[in-house]
């Protein structure tokens, strides 16, 4: 019965790891199409490879605004867009993603250790 709960763990670790990276591998390929990165990570990260395929064949989304913007508007975007890329460059979006990952992996990883343990 040991032998059982060893290869469990073994596979819930894996399967664990191959979440964390196809949430990744989602999230880049969503920023590529324009989309959502939010919406990469969570098809990657629960529905694996077919959520990567789901996200590559989805539709890319328009980058471009349709309309002619006025001057005003267009330094207002500039703003805003330099704004954004300061936040970005102090604090990038990708150490908290890594640091919640990690944390959410490692603390799934020890209640499991901990439930086989009683069994």
């Given at each position: 019965?040991g032998?059982?709960?060893?290869?469990?763990?073994?596979?819930?670790?894996?399967?664990?790891?191959?979440?964390?990276?196809?949430?990744?591998?989602?999230?880049?390929?969503?920023?590529?199409?324009?989309?959502?990165?939010?919406e990469?990570?969570?098809?990657g990260?629960?529905?694996?490879?077919?959520?990567?395929?789901?996200?590559?064949?989805?539709?890319?989304?328009?980058?471009?605004?349709s309309?002619?913007?006025?001057?005003?508007?267009?330094?207002?975007?500039e703003?805003?867009?330099?704004?954004?890329?300061?936040?970005?460059?102090?604090f990038?979006?990708?150490?908290t993603?890594?640091?919640?990952?990690?944390?959410?992996?490692?603390?799934?990883?020890?209640?499991?250790v901990?439930?086989?343990?009683?069994?």
């Open positions: 019965m032998d059982f709960y060893q290869i469990l763990k073994a596979y819930i670790f894996i399967l664990l790891i191959a979440m964390v990276v196809c949430g990744y591998i989602g999230r880049y390929l969503a920023i590529e199409k324009g989309r959502d990165k939010t990469g990570m969570l098809f990260a629960f529905l694996g490879v077919i959520g990567l395929l789901i996200i590559a064949l989805l539709p890319t989304k328009n980058l471009q605004p309309k002619e913007l006025t001057e005003e508007e267009k330094k207002r975007l703003e805003a867009k330099l704004k954004a890329q300061d936040w970005h460059n102090n990038p979006a990708w150490v993603w890594t640091a919640l990952s990690a944390l959410l992996f490692f603390e799934l990883y020890y209640l499991l901990k439930l086989c343990d009683l069994l």
